[in-house]
């Protein structure tokens, strides 16, 4: 009871000690003056970079794209709204990372996916993928090969130059599957929902229809890099496993588009081209592997969309991993 006591003194005493302080400032008492530093307005650098067994990895942002959760299907609209809520997300403002994944192997510069460069729209916030670069020290002439898990218009977009005259990255050889190709560089397909991804293609592809080399399901396409076949968000749809120094590391592309698509993986988008498919494939890789442990990077997760997919009952949930400002 005594000690209890002289605690409630003490807080009283700090309290009136404080409110002293407060009442000379106001008479004018001399107090010790606070620093004059300018607002700075500056963020952290848009790359992370870390070691991969004997590979360096760097992911590099190509900024957010700005959703509505009118995106989203597969669930009753309230579902969908309140796993958003459940996550501090407002429906009207359903934010997605472009996280591009760069390996450096010692012989080759493999970059997984270009954002959406040539295709923004004027003042979006997107678009960041030769800014980013530069800040990580990396020169998109020394880019060897791109990666592609699929040619939507976040993912195909940085191959061309705006106006589509200029190859952003000169010496790079384009990796893509045959099933993508072909279906998204269809003329058909103008004038019908797709066509916008439709228009990445023919604009960032096809003027490099010399440089594409097609891969298939489960081929090593370069050292340590094997493609993993994983459709439904499109017909040619691939993840990639990369292994190196017994460190392993899967790139899934749009695999899973948000947080709420593995919570509830029968959730859908509006981008799907098959969207019953998507969900079957993203029940697969993510018990795969989660079964396994294996870790991560989701393109549109939080930035930089690295971690590890965890088992949740019908569902499963998203394990960040800590970002290490030291090595």
């Known amino acids: 009871m005594l000690a209890s006591n002289r605690r409630l003194m003490t807080r009283r005493h700090m309290l ?32 992370y970079r870390f070691d991969l067994g004997s590979l360096e990895a760097t992911v590099i942002s190509d900024g957010p794209l700005n959703f509505t959760s009118k995106i989203f299907r597969g669930a009753p609209d309230a579902e969908i709204q309140q796993l958003l809520l459940d996550d ?48 990580a020290g990396i ?29 952003l990255f000169p010496n790079a050889q384009i990796y893509t599957t045959e099933a993508d190709f072909k279906y998204w560089t269809n003329e058909q397909l103008i004038g019908t929902p797709a066509e916008f991804s439709a228009r990445t293609a023919m604009k960032n592809l096809l003027p490099n229809k010399d440089r594409l080399v097609m891969y298939k399901d489960g081929q090593e396409i370069l050292p340590g890099i094997q493609a993993i076949y994983s459709p439904g968000h499109t017909v040619g749809h691939s993840s990639f496993l ?41 029940m697969k890789m993510f018990d795969m592997l989660s079964a396994d442990k294996t870790p991560v990077l989701i393109y549109h997760m939080p930035w930089p969309g690295m971690g590890n997919v965890v088992k949740d009952g019908d569902g499963y949930r998203f394990v960040s991993a800590p970002i290490l400002p030291v090595l």
């Open 16 to 47: 009136v000690g404080t409110s002293a302080l407060g009442a000379g400032a106001m008479i004018g008492a001399s107090v010790p003056a606070f620093a004059n530093t300018p607002m700075l307005h500056s963020r952290a650098p848009a790359f």
């Open 88 to 135: 501090f997300v407002q429906p009207d403002k359903v934010r997605m990372e472009q996280n591009i994944l760069v390996i450096n192997t010692g012989d080759k510069l493999v970059m997984f996916d270009t954002g959406i460069l040539s295709m923004k729209q004027a003042n979006a916030p997107s678009g960041q993928i030769l800014n980013s670069l530069a800040q």
């Open 242 to 282: 990369i292994t190196s120094g017994g460190k392993s590391l899967c790139y899934t592309g749009d695999v899973a588009l948000h947080e709420i698509m593995l919570r509830n993986p029968k959730i859908e988008v509006s981008f799907d081209t098959d969207p019953k498919q998507a969900s079957a494939t993203r």
């Open 139 to 167: 020169a998109p002439k020394d880019i060897d090969a791109i990666v592609l898990s699929h040619p939507h218009i976040d993912h195909a977009g940085g191959i061309m130059s705006a106006d589509g005259q200029t190859r």
